[in-house]
Every structure is written in C-alpha cells, then in structure tokens.
C-alpha cells in the first residue's frame, strides 16, 4: 500500500484516481494537453485517431447522464470505442459484486473504465484489482473524488485568469459531502493558488477541513470579500433531511449566490457552478445566466480535459 | 504426563518472578518452579534455552465465529491459532449467530470447545435477548451454564433504561457487565474517525464524542447502579481521561484496548486499506499515544487481540462496503512485545496486561505460574522475527492490517492444562 | 561529418517558396516544432497576402501505442478555411515520412484541400513512407544511428545538431 495507487512503475499516470498525490507538473501537462484537445471540437472533423481499436466502458453504479455524457463525447472523439453501463439499475441489483462486473467487461476486452460510485474509494478499489493493461478514470466516488471535474475547473481558471499564483478562490456549499470540492482544493492547493477559501455551515464542511490548507468562513459577505473565482457546489436536496439545513430558503438567504452578494467579489470576479444547478437554493438565475457566469465554458472544456486524460493514461503502459 | 521446561527465562507477572528457572508440569498443573520435586520423571522436556517461559496469554476478546459463521472460522480453526499464538484462555462475545443468551448454547459452545482441548473458552452471555436492547437475558442460568460476564458486543443498547435496570439486575448477583462506548446516532453511517483522514478520503465519520458521550452514560450509570462495568476497546484519549478520573474516584470500573489500536491511527488508512476498517475506528496519533499512557499507568487494564476473523470477500469491497475487523490472536504477544520496546516498558509489566490482569478482570484462576496453577504455559523467543502472511495465519480468517509487517516475538511452544498443543 | 549551414539552407529553400507562392495563392501550414519555426520566418518574406498555420501532430503520431503522448504538445491552431486550399507543408527534417503522413491526415480533419506541397530543409532519406518533397534546399544521406535536429536560438537564428545513437 506503500506505492502510489494512480502510477505505473515509471512514474507515469497509469490511472486517474484522485487529485490528490498529483504534483503540479503532472496537473499542468493534462492541462497544457487539454489546450491542444480543445482545438479538435471546434474543427470540422471533431475527431482524432489517438483511440482508435480500443474500448472505454462506462461503468457508472450511480447514475449521472450529464457525466457519463461528457466522457463518450470525449472518447468518441478520440476515436474509441464506447460502452455505457448504468450499472446501478442491472447486475449489482441481482447481487453481482462490483469486481463480478468488472472482471466480465474485462473478458470483453475493454481498455479503460470510467468509474462512478457512490462510495468513497469504490475507483481506488477497482484500481487495484483490474488487469495491469487496464486503466481507470474516477468519474466520481462518494464523498471522495472528482478529478476530471477538479481538472475542468482548473482549465476553466485558467482561461479566464492565467496566473494562477494571484489568486482569491471562494467554494462555497455542502463541502461535507462534496467530491468536486475536495478534488478542486487539491488542485489549487497544488497549483500554487494562495488563497483558497471555504465558505458553508459548520453542519456542511468536514472536521478538520483547514487541514485541507484553505481558510474556513460561516459568513458568505466575508468570504467572498475580494475574491477573483467564486466555485458554488451544488446542494442535494436530501440534506434537507438529517438536521443538517433548516430549509432550501434559509440555504438560499444565507449561503445562495446572488446579485447583491456577488458584487462583494472583485468587478471581474467569474462563477463557476459543476451543475447540475439548483436555481434558486444555491445560485441565483440572474447570477448563473449573467456575464461573470463561465458555467457552461465548463462543459465545454470538460470534454477537451477529459480527451486529454484519455489520451495520457491511454500512451502510459505498465 | 510430566513435563520440565528448561532454562527457560520465567517471567511470571503475578508472583513477581524473573529469572532463569525450570518449570515442572504434571497432572495439568504446575508443580514446581526451580528444584525438581523429588522422583520427578519427564515424559517430555522442551528446552526454552534463551526463550522466555511465560504464563499462557489471556485474551479478553476473540470471535470465534461459532455458532453461525462458521464459513468465517471455526471453533476448531481459531482455537489452533490461539494456540499458535500463545493465548490459553479466551472471552468470546455473544454475538454469534444465534446470539448467545440461552444456557443450552453456552453449554454448547463449552462443550465444543473442551472436546478440542486446546484452550479454555470463557463465553460472555448476552446482556439483553438477541442483543436487542430490550429484555434481561436470563443471567444466572447463563452463569450456571458457564457465562463469566454479560456484554451487548458492538450491538447498540440506546435505551438508558434498559442499560440502568441491564446493571442493576447484572449487579444484584455480582456479575460483570461489559461494554462498547458507541453512540448509535453520532456513529451512525460513520466509518472512519472523524478528522483529518476522513475528511481527506471523503468518508463518512465517527467523532470521538461518540465514545465519550456513551461513556459517560456508561460511567454514570455505574456509579448510580453500583455494577462492576468493563468497558470494552476504548480509542479515544478523552476516554483514558474520563476512566481515570472514574478510578480515581473509586468506581469499579475497568477497561481494555485492543492490541490494533495500540499501534495504528487513521492514516494508516492511506488508500483506502479496508484492512484498517475496524470497529472502533483508528483514531488521531495523539489518541494512539494517550491509549499507551493509560496502559503505563493502569488505567487501561489489558491488551486484547479484539480477534475477528473476516472472509476474504467481506473485505474485497470499497472501504465503507467492506466488513469491520481483522484477526488478531497470533498477533496479540507480537504486538505486546512491540509496544514494550517502543516504550520501554519491562516485560514484566508487558506481559502483565495479556496475563494475569486481563484473568483477574475475568474472575478466573489463569494467566500466572503459581504452584498448583493450571499449567498453562506459553514459551517464546522473543527476539525472532517473522513475516506476518496470509499463509503464516492459522486462523481461518486471513485479514489484518499487519499483512507484511515484521514483528519479533515467535511462538514456540504453548501448553494448555499441561499438554502441548503447539510447538514450533 | 560537415553538417551544412542552416540558415543558408534557410534562404534556398525561401527562394524556392517565394518563387511558387508568386505563381499562385498558398497557405503556409508548419509542423511543430522545426516546421512550424521555418514558417513563422518565410511566412512574412511571401508578399501575396498567406495565411499561416500550425500543426502539432502528436495525436496522429502512429507509435502511440509505444511511446504515448508527447509531454509537451502544441495545440493545432489552422486559423483559415483548409476546404479547397492549396497548402504548403513544411517540415525541418523529412525522414521516415511517417511525420508527414500524420500531418496529412490531421488537414483533411480541417477539410478537403485542393492541393498539399511538402516543403522541407533537408532530406535526410530513410523513407518508411511513399512521401517525397517537391521543394528541398538540400539532401544528405544519414545512417538510422543518427538524428538530424534544427535548433533555433533566443535570436532565431537556426543550426543543425547531430545526435548519435549508441
């Protein structure tokens, strides 16, 4: 257990797990590649040979149509094959085992799994018993992780404010059980960003969240004081349940982007939100659909990063 | 048949022996330490030159999986490795399957155990019926039927009535009752401690104020009640804290962690390990140190191998889906022997905690070297080394956290009741 | 061996280009890197009004499967309709071909050109390939030991370096 999960021998990405033992170097290389790969979807044949004759399956146990969408652009533009599992709703259901179905689409020859999990480590997990040909992408695990939506943002940060060493960053939402906003932490922490803060309720961050290296505050006027990137999490409508929220309009009142609380931020200041959004609990439309808005560049780079991850972890073998 | 055990370095906690002495067996008992007795005629000598001749280790807690998972382990699977690992008498937890709150399966389990012969099996009844935290088990039957004390596992017992009236009853015949500190709503879903690691891997966690807060439930009641309460695998230092304090103060309170937790925190986690799913969780390293403080000063009165054997498919699953446990009776003098030479604590006072303390909590005439003493010795090398693999574990269940790890402290030989059921 | 100057070479082969382009309208498309540098120095010498492109063909390249993605790739950037073009390749160094053959298949990903010309400094030989240049400033024949590379300074000035391979 010693050894990096997401390295081959060579010290190269053999899977993409987390953001988290990542150094800068590798982050910039995804996204200097991703710079490359954005060129592709604009051009008239939105496609590359990189992936030709192999097979990317999807194999999402939770169900995310708008991920899972994303990644079979992005492999289909690298020339790959694409399956697509919901396995949420079939085999797991009658009780197969996650490696069960794992190992049957490896019999099939499948090169590469995208992973979606509602546990935390279910892709780490997948990671270290797959075949060693065999590649893993994190599309999402519990609590844990989000890479490719980490790696996006970052991309997205960078189009719009390309010396990252200058920053003010604001994530403001249910940080406690939030996948994107651990991998986005990481990501900036790593990326030199100086200043990441934390903006929720004590009953939406984690214990020890300021081990994490951000500044933690309850108080969104504060928190977003002077900040050049506002990230918004989206807010599960069952955290209403648990005693962690009161209501989605206290939530809103409180902790909900709008007009008036964005204008704290600096004039240029831009907001970015992973969607799907809930208008009206943790944005506001006039917000989400205004200029400082870079909500749907998002999903547009999301495809350029995710072809670039792709086509690292595909040339990288054992 | 008789035995001498030679040359062997005897360190008997109990009667404060340590020195290089003979040990005579014979009829099952210890009959001499030092001189022969006079026409004494060894069927069988084992030479413990440079080993260490100790009493056979007392276990507080180990599963043995029967009745009812037996495809986990069996009697006779784990009691091989008790042996293997130098314990001679164990507790067993009630939470088998059928729960043990019934004389007929205690009588059972006993039964089992003594056609085996190789190692006295010391059933804890359960506290309540099936473990359900409503209705008294019948406790004196089941003390009848062999039961030394009365434990509700790791199955949650939230009604406070129940607990009071669970000690008061437990009390009026002097029975010991046995407990885990958790509280079933703040470690509700909770898989890991809830700090660093957790927040870091995205798992869900359980606070110290988990225990804590049972805890005081627990020592409150007991010093309304008057029970003896044993509190069962504490891991957090705010417990070491408040169970001192208890003692202090006079309450008949004792407690015990388990050998894992003597060693290990919440990053040794790292990615994910599901060998480092256990129940408690692994907490913070400055738990971890104040765990090794309570055990120096005699707050924490033994070490247990918290053995739990676990099939390799229960922990082939992500983190939170995989089954909390790990096996740990061939570990338990290892580790012991670890934490004394971390620490530098005598062995003496080491061999104490996994001896004659944990046999004292349990009422029972065990864990020392006392002529007429049932002999049940454990003879060990303590400076060899060995590779903890699957392939090295007797127990049938082959998952512990120290898969790798090389820990000094062999086992070479261990005698139940005066024949040798392991020899290596 | 004496490797010829390159920044004579430079001016042949710019002679050669500048000759074509007055013939008729071309659009200057350069392989990264060395391509791409001789474009960015022709590419203000041709007086009729060229578009000029880049083309950095590392997710063509045919030894993916061995070598992977390149750490360090350039994005593609063709900022002109390639649909009917007459386009001028230009590399530094032709060799296998393969390089050529990737770059190729990247344009008609951009549209159906009307004509390619492949442009380069030097033909080294070596071709895996059916792929010959029409416009070469010079040849020199190399053994597989060896590899030819263009180097350009913090003043843009171009020279040649040979590595041998042990």
Known sequence: MTTHPQLNKNGELQHLLSIEGLSKDMLRHILDTAESFAGVSEREVKKVPLLRGKTVCNLFFENSTRTRTTFEIAAKRLSADVVSLNVGNSSQSKGETILDTVDNLAAMHADMFVVRHSQSGAAHFIARHVAPHIHVINAGDGRHAHPTQGLLDMFTIRRYKPDMHNLRIAIVGDLLHSRVARSEIHALTTLGVPEVRVIAPKTLLPECVDRLGVQVYHDMAQGLKNVDVVMMLRLQHERMNGALLSSAQEYFKCYGLTPEKLALAKPDAIVMHPGPMNRGVEIDSAVADGAQSVILPQVTYGIAVRMAVMGILAGNTQ | ?424 | MQLPDAEHLVAALADKIKQLAAREPVALVGIHSGGAWLAERLHPMLTAETPLGALDISFYRDDFEQRGLHTQIKPSHIPFEVEGRHILLIDDVLYTGRTIRGAMNELFDYGRPAKITLAVLVDRGGREMPVEAQIVAAKLDLSPAQNLELLRDENGVFSFKLNEKN
């Open chain 2, 1 to 424: 048949m008789k035995i001498r055990i030679k040359n062997g370095r005897v360190i008997d906690p109990k009667n404060n022996l340590d020195a290089v002495r003979d040990v005579f067996v014979a009829a099952g008992k210890i009959i001499a330490v030092g001189q022969p007795p006079a026409d004494f005629q060894a069927n069988q000598t084992l030479d413990a030159s440079g080993q260490i001749v100790c009493p056979g280790l007392v276990d507080l807690s180990a599963r043995l999986r029967e009745p009812g998972h037996e495809y986990r382990a069996t009697l006779e699977s784990e009691l091989r490795a008790a042996a293997a690992g130098g314990v001679t008498s164990l507790a067993c937890p009630p939470d088998t399957d059928p729960v043990l709150d019934e004389p007929g399966l205690v009588e059972m389990l006993k039964h089992r155990a003594k056609l085996l012969n190789m190692g006295h099996v010391y059933p804890l009844g359960a506290l309540t019926r099936q473990l359900h935290g409503k209705h008294l088990t019948e406790m004196c039957e089941l003390a009848e039927a062999g039961c030394v004390g009365f434990s509700h596992a790791t199955a949650p017992l939230t009604d406070t009535q129940v607990m009071r009236r669970a000690m008061q009853y437990a009390s009026t015949f002097g029975y010991t009752v046995w407990l885990h500190p958790e509280d079933a709503y703040l470690a509700k879903d909770g898989v890991a401690h809830d700090g660093e690691v957790a927040a870091r891997l995205g798992l869900a966690g359980i606070p110290s104020s988990a225990e804590t807060i049972a805890l005081a439930t627990i020592l409150t009641l007991a010093q309304d009640t008057g029970a003896k309460v044993h509190v069962c695998r504490i891991s957090t230092g705010a417990s070491v804290e408040m169970i001192r304090k208890a003692r202090q103060q006079g309450l008949p309170v004792t407690c015990d962690i388990a050998a894992n937790h003597l060693h290990l925190t919440e990053r040794d986690i790292g990615f994910f390990d599901p060998q480092c799913r256990l129940q408690p969780p692994l907490r913070a390293q400055r738990d971890r140190d104040a765990l090794r403080e309570g055990l120096a000063d005699g707050t924490v009165t033994a070490i247990c191998s918290d053995h739990t054997p676990v099939d390799d498919d229960e922990k082939l699953a992500p983190f939170a889906e995989s089954a909390p446990g790990a096996s740990g009776l061939e570990l338990l003098l290892p580790l012991t022997l670890k934490w004394a030479n971390e620490t530098s604590t005598p062995l003496s006072a080491a061999l104490a905690r996994i001896t004659c303390e944990p046999a004292a909590l349990l009422g029972i005439n065990a864990g020392h070297l006392g002529i007429g003493a049932c002999a049940d010795v454990c003879v060990f090398a303590p400076e060899e080394y060995w590779k903890v693999e699957r392939q090295s574990l007797r127990s049938q269940g082959k998952n512990t956290p120290f898969l790798g790890w090389e820990l000094a402290g062999k086992i070479r030989a261990t005698l139940v009741a005066g024949h040798l059921v392991h020899q290596a």
